[in-house]
């Protein structure tokens, strides 16, 4: 039996607590797991392997379940979050980050050092997760995508090996892992290069629903000049009259700016003076920033949430295209989704030929973002639906791994050349599909 070989909790469908430990953060993903082991260490990792070898089971690793889906149905579920491991050398500029650390805690290490590591927007995403998707960080028009500062991997092999891969001992394994999901083994931990970021500066712009269009327009006119340093997003909220909202917000609309410059407050200010100038701000959060609070410019929840989504990447951004967001999510009472964010990218993420990667250089410019919460789930995805096919005209059926959808396959997230050389590197690595990410790379 495999209890008797670890030193860990082993959850299964008669356990009490089995609906909460099996749960994932998206709570629209009814997720099916066999078991769960919440692991102690890596010894239990490799029992689990091991087990599944000798049993012709699956298995699948998720600390929390931000990026989850239904392809673990019928796994084993290994929960990452105990692999907790944090050792940051600002000598060196490199951590080393256990599977189970979620991306505020190096952050908050990172706090003094003038450095900083290639985050995301939400601070309770696992760092694992984020790069072996890819990772869109705030500072990727300047540094690439984040998967690029994988140093080495430690994972535990389809057989129960635990294994260290670096560039020098499998380089195809270690290009795949960049940017190719959870497929090719349980990452216990890696390290990574760290940057420097002597100054930071962000926070957000939030305007009325009103003035969306001049908002939207300035976003676009000053995204197209930005330098690297500087990132932007834009957004249309709509939130709930929820009685756990905030007053100010509760039941109303805006449009936002998010904003982040790798510098000083004065070329940023000048930056984003025609934002602030296209419409009334109620509120500025814009200051500089120490790294442990680069997890908060976004104000994004942490707690789980029953929500649906779609993405696509986007050519360019024009009034063309301002006009038909709003007509399709600017009025919330003709609409389910409660947001249509655009993220602008470009920069050095399109400049990327370092080949290193399967996550490499995204050519399109933007990347468009919806979001619903779901608790009546049809309508939601009919809301979503509808932006998708309204905006088909602007937008190409491809987006970035980590913004894939829970029921979309990494066909949507690489070219097929990018699958071509990808799949061999799974079947080589694993040969029986004895581990299983969210986006298998072999189709679900």
């Not at 989504?309 to 709003?326: K, N, T």
């Amino acid at each position: 039996m495999l209890r008797a070989d670890l030193a860990c909790r082993l959850v299964t469908p008669d356990d009490d607590g089995w609906d909460a430990v099996r749960s994932a953060r998206l709570l629209t993903v009814d997720q099916q797991p066999a078991a769960v082991v919440e692991v102690a260490g890596v010894a239990d990792v490799q029992a689990v392997l091991r087990f599944a070898a000798a049993h012709d089971l699956t298995v699948a690793a998720q600390p929390g379940g931000h990026g989850a889906s239904r392809a673990l149905d019928g796994a084993i579920l290994v929960r990452t979050g105990a692999l907790d491991e944090l050792t940051v050398d600002p000598a060196a500029q490199v951590a080393r980050v256990g599977a189970g650390v979620k991306r505020g805690r190096p952050l908050d290490a990172l706090d003094g050092s003038g450095l900083v590591g290639l985050v995301g927007s939400n601070p309770d995403v696992s760092v694992v997760g984020f790069l072996l998707g890819g990772g869109l960080s705030w500072f990727g028009r300047r540094h690439g995508l984040a998967a690029h500062c994988l140093r080495a991997v430690e994972l535990v092999d389809a057989t129960g090996v635990h294994r260290r891969v670096t560039d020098e001992s499998d380089p195809d394994l270690m290009w795949a892992l960049r940017g190719g999901g959870g497929d090719f083994g349980v990452v216990t931990a890696v390290e990574i290069d760290l940057h420097p970021a002597p100054e930071i500066y962000g926070g957000k712009l939030m305007f009325p629903i009103e003035d969306a269009r001049p908002v939207l327009r300035a976003f676009a006119a000053t995204s197209r000049q930005a330098p690297d340093e500087l990132t932007l997003w834009a957004s249309l909220m709509h939130f709930p009259p929820a009685p756990f909202l905030p007053e100010p917000i509760r039941g109303k609309s805006f449009a936002t700016v998010d904003a982040m410059f790798l510098g000083a407050v004065e070329p940023a200010e000048a930056l984003l003076a025609p934002i602030r100038a296209a419409g009334t701000v109620l509120q500025d959060t814009t200051s500089v920033l120490s790294a442990g609070q680069l997890g908060g410019v976004a104000q994004e929840p942490t707690d789980p949430t029953p929500g649906l989504d779609a993405s696509a990447l986007m050519p360019g951004f024009d009034d063309a295209v301002i006009d038909r967001i709003l007509e399709l999510a600017g009025d919330a009472s003709r609409t389910p989704v409660m947001g249509v964010q655009v993220r602008h990218l470009g920069g050095a993420l399109a400049r990327d030929v370092s080949g290193n990667a399967v996550a490499h250089r995204i050519e399109h410019e933007y990347l468009l973002f919806a979001l619903g919460i779901a608790p009546a789930v049809p309508a939601v995805a009919a809301g979503l639906a509808e932006v998708r096919a309204g905006l088909a005209a602007y937008t190409v059926d491809q987006t970035a791994f980590t913004f894939l959808s829970a029921h979309e396959g990494a066909e949507r997230a690489y070219a097929p050349d990018r699958l071509q050389k990808l799949q061999p590197v799974k079947r080589a690595v694993d040969p029986d599909t004895r581990i299983r990410g969210n986006h298998p790379v072999l189709g679900s």
